[in-house]
């Protein structure tokens, strides 16, 4: 299959998703081209995680759609990969580096399917390249921080996908990892992937990301960095809250007010 | 030992139906409870093993007898209610999960006695017999209950040899699991509806109230030995067939023991063990380990006080008497003296009557601790801007902590400096 790289990466479409009723994303509307490394900014609470999340369908949406390559998300799961914040697991777990390796081929195994002597010659490829390789039979328990974050990572590029999703990847982690992850970042966006990610440090948006999305529970500008990443636009996202939004938001909640209207 | 041949002849069929029912049902359990374990979800078998009574005795109400079939498709109606109970309690109210678990148990065990008693009350003939579900009956099994064990066992082994891989991953990381595409759902219904199986068949043998044990225990006793799910899936159905069959014969050696219970007190001894005993993550290895970080660190401060001393008076090897190490660092004088023995039998001090010396090796070492410990305090005031008369209690604990590999890069962040903040000289070993 040869990609069209006109269509667009990602395109979210008037998308609303609440959290026990209340609104935590309201009206996002964007579209994202291909082989763009993108940052998703915006203080605490802005629903960056959530944007992604309900993208990768792991939350329900309230309202509206999103598309990957023009197609609904069941349909091209197999391009879509996602790096989950590294404190949402408990890294106690019995497995060593190579077993969450291997989960990144679950998706082409399938179902009932156990791993083949490919899949670990793969597996073992992806953690070359994260510089992790010695580290293939360690338990997970004993990684550090960066340790742990590169593992994921190495997990998503066993998935081979067209985009990737990540949860703060830069979120304490070493100096060196954070190197390894952005220079990785690069060749894939320079191979046509297109990688999405949630980010915290402001300092390092203009050197990382080639486009940037602005969020603070609606959307505030979304497009390539230089001309997105104002001072304006910043004031706008990190400023005040829109206290009336937030307080409607409340309501909603008290009120067990449905989202949206039931159609008759 | 005529007993042990007896029993394990095997050649008495009661024997025989007693020991395979206990340990397929321990094992297969073992197996099923592993993952309800990984889940993080312990309890939520104890909630099943108590809510299954009332569909035992609804089953019994409606056959008028006690057929197991009926009576296991009850508890199965129940157990699961149970579930989607807590489960609808979670998410619709502000209650939290272990609370809704506690809340459920009791509602649904309550309704079981309640129901029991009137049944019992009612003269049926029939029933006697029924309250075995509450402790168990495992000495009284018979030909007929084994199928129904041998059936489940397959079943149970079987799904979770297929959906290994699946289960695993999503006791991992459920988010991950939902984002490549896998029926999440539909897989978590289907090992809940194995933990109800399992259930609804060992309580049999075990009763209710001890169901929870044989399920969640061995798996808490094999993940103190391994940190291979494979190895520890294995492991604990291993160390429930173990119990089972060690609660066999011990009640057939001491009939008057009930066979449940003793199952219960070996798999608990098992997992008694495993956490004093275990490699790594037995407390007797940690204590151990502490121990000797501990003589590390007092051979070190002995050493390092010697050094100091010969660093005032130029000369390194001088015999010092144990007074003269207390006067610059508080030692009770008979610890002082086992740890010098401990430095001698090393070969890092000499002893001449009773006056001790470093030698080569005890200079060496004693060195790199003090030079450790001043380059440590030079980094902390330099890169991270702490007072100079502040650094000293952290440097303490550094100077026996660090790598050789972290020594290095210390040493080369500093520029090989040749003062510490205090203005003390830093020892290299080159000099």
């Known amino acids: 299959m040869a990609p069209d790289t006109n269509v667009p990466a990602l395109e979210v479409h008037d998308l609303t998703v609440a959290f026990d009723r209340k609104p935590v994303l309201w009206n996002i509307d964007l579209v994202i081209p291909q082989g763009k490394i993108v940052g998703i900014i915006g203080p605490n609470g802005a629903g960056k995680s959530t944007l992604i999340k309900a993208v990768m369908g792991i939350l329900p949406l309230s309202s509206g759609y999103t598309k990957l390559f023009d197609l609904p998300l069941n349909d091209v799961r197999g391009r879509i990969s996602y790096v989950p914040q590294r404190e949402s697991v408990d890294w106690d777990f019995p497995a060593s580096v190579m077993d969450v390796v291997l989960m990144g081929r679950y998706s082409k195994l399938g179902l009932f399917k156990r791993p083949r002597k490919a899949d670990r010659d793969a597996a073992l490829d992806c953690l070359r390249k994260v510089g992790m390789e010695a580290f293939a039979n360690r338990q997970i328990s004993q990684l550090s921080g960066g340790q742990q974050q590169r593992t994921f990572l190495a997990r998503a590029l066993a998935q081979q996908a067209d985009v990737y999703f990540m949860d703060e990847p830069f979120a304490g982690v070493d100096a060196a990892t954070e190197k390894t992850i952005i220079t990785l970042l690069r060749t894939m966006a320079q191979s046509g992937k297109t990688v999405i990610v949630v980010h915290h440090d402001l300092q390092s948006v203009t050197n990382y990301f080639d486009w940037v999305i602005m969020l603070n529970t609606r959307l505030i500008a979304s497009g390539p960095t230089q001309e997105t990443f104002t001072q304006d636009n910043l004031q706008e996202t990190y400023g005040g809250k829109l206290t009336l939004l937030a307080d409607v938001g409340d309501l909603i909640r008290r009120e067990s007010f449905p989202q949206r209207e039931k159609k008759l | ?431």
Not at chain 2, 59 to 82: D, E, M, Q, R, Y
């Open chain 2, 1 to 431: 030992m005529n007993s042990l041949a007896e029993f394990f002849s095997f050649a008495d069929p009661n024997i025989r139906y007693v020991v395979v029912g206990s340990v397929l049902l321990t094992a297969s359990s073992a197996i099923v409870g592993t993952f309800t374990f990984l889940n993080k979800r312990s309890l939520i078998g104890d909630a099943i093993a108590h809510a299954v009574l009332p569909g035992i005795c609804l089953g019994f109400i409606v056959a008028g007898t006690k057929n197991p079939l009926v009576l296991i498709i009850g508890a199965f109606i129940t157990g699961w209610l149970s579930l989607i109970a807590v489960d609808f309690i979670t998410r619709k109210t502000r209650i939290k999960e272990d609370t809704a678990i506690g809340l459920i148990l009791s509602v649904f065990f309550g309704i079981g006695i309640l129901m029991l008693t009137v049944i019992q009350k009612s003269g049926n003939a029939s029933q006697s017999g029924l309250d075995h579900f509450l402790f168990g009956k495992a000495a009284a099994l018979v030909g007929s209950d084994l199928y129904a064990f041998l059936i489940v066992a397959v079943i149970l082994l079987v799904v979770v040899y297929i959906l290994f891989k699946e289960f695993a991953l999503m006791a991992f990381d459920k988010a991950y699991a939902k984002s490549i595409g896998y029926p999440v759902r539909t897989l978590e219904l289907i090992l809940t509806s194995l933990i109800v199986l399992a259930v609804v068949i060992g309580i049999q043998a075990v009763g209710v109230v001890l169901m929870a044990a044989i399920l969640i225990t061995p798996a808490a006793a094999a993940r103190f030995w391994t940190d291979r799910i494979v190895v520890m899936v294995l492991l604990a159905s291993a160390f429930g067939a173990f119990s089972g069959l060690a609660g066999a014969y011990i009640s057939f050696v001491a009939p008057a023991m009930p066979t449940g219970p003793w199952i219960v007190i070996v798999i608990s001894t098992i997992a008694f063990v495993s956490f004093f005993l275990a490699p790594k993550r037995g407390v007797l290895y940690r204590l151990v380990r502490q121990n000797n970080i501990r003589q590390t660190i007092n051979n070190e401060n002995v050493l390092k006080v010697m050094y100091q001393l010969g660093e005032e008076n130029k000369n390194f090897f001088i015999p010092r008497h144990l007074d003269e190490i207390i006067r610059r660092r508080k030692y009770e004088k008979r610890a002082l003296q086992s740890i010098l023995r401990r430095l001698l039998h090393q070969g890092y001090v000499e002893q001449t009557g009773n006056l001790w010396s470093l030698t080569e090796e005890g200079k060496k070492k004693a060195q790199r601790v003090v030079k450790i410990h001043r380059l440590w305090e030079l980094y902390l005031t330099t890169y991270m801007k702490i007072a100079p008369d502040h650094v000293h209690e952290d440097a303490e604990t550094i100077e026996h902590l660090l790598t050789p590999e972290l020594e290095a890069e210390l040493e080369k962040q500093l520029g090989y400096a040749k003062l510490d903040p205090h203005q003390t000289k830093i020892p290299y070993q080159h000099e």
